[in-house]
């Protein structure tokens, strides 16, 4: 059985940093897409950071970019989020998710929202204050 646990959220003030973690665990492959998301109240879930484990390649959602780092630590089978510079609008519910590889690139997959992905986490509430 495939369990995700995310962990790390909390309130920071803007200009403040986090470190989200997502603990993998049953999950046989290490080729896969793997993402964090998050989802505001009243707003559709966004993509923010995708990885693909098989070669480490990252992607960002532009609104992200230059403050946002995923990584994925094999040995700990672990997924991370660093997050510098937070604002107001990084507040949201932020998740994990993770799925084996397709023919739509991992980017992609993760910035078109994971729709199509088969495990996820049960989701660490960051709150970013002015």
């Known amino acids: 059985q495939v369990q995700l646990v995310e962990s790390g959220g909390g309130s920071v003030q803007a200009g403040g940093s986090l470190r989200l973690s997502c603990k993998v665990s049953g999950y046989r492959y290490r080729g896969r897409c793997m993402g964090w998301f998050r989802q505001a109240p009243g707003k559709e879930r966004e993509g923010v950071a995708a990885?693909?484990?098989?070669?480490?390649?990252?992607y960002y959602a532009d609104s992200v970019k230059g403050r946002f780092t995923i990584s994925h630590d094999n040995a700990k089978d672990t997924l991370y989020l660093q997050m510098i510079s937070l604002k107001p609008e990084d507040t949201a519910v932020y998740y994990c998710?993770?799925?084996?590889?397709?023919?739509?690139?991992?980017?992609?997959?993760?910035?078109?929202?994971?729709?199509?992905?088969?495990?996820w986490g049960q989701g660490t509430q960051v709150t970013v204050s002015s």
């Open positions: 998710a993770a799925d084996g590889v397709s023919a739509v690139p991992c980017g992609e997959r993760v910035l078109r929202g994971g729709g199509d992905f088969a495990y």
């Open positions: 990885i693909y484990t098989g070669n480490d390649n990252t």
